[in-house]
């Protein structure tokens, strides 16, 4: 094999590698993106559950973050604020997590 074709190859395998580091860079970006998108609509669907006086507003976070493809990890009620940690498949990668607080603001409260 000639100088000229062992350098393209060798590019061409370096090449390769950065796109496919950057791939999974990216894949990992993506799941921790649907993984804060669904914990900030789940206790969103929380919170409004328990300012209805819904009986189980954890349950309602929970069909939320199961709809936008997440798993709840944790959901706690602490007063009025509904606190979420959900957990997205990440594919090759370690599984993505986020946590949410959504409830009432100050001068809202009753």
Known sequence: MST?????LA???????VIGGLSLLGTGALAQSRAATAAD?????????LAA???QPC???GEAASRNGAE???CELRDWDVLIEVQVDAGPLPAASARSRAGPGPTDLP
């Open 4 to 8: 000229g074709a062992a350098s393209v």
């Open 11 to 17: 590019w061409s395998g370096a090449a390769t590698a």
């Open 41 to 49: 609509l789940a206790s969103l669907a929380g919170a409004d559950a």
């Open 53 to 55: 006086a819904h009986a």
């Open 59 to 61: 349950a309602v976070a």
């Open 72 to 74: 709840l990890l944790r």
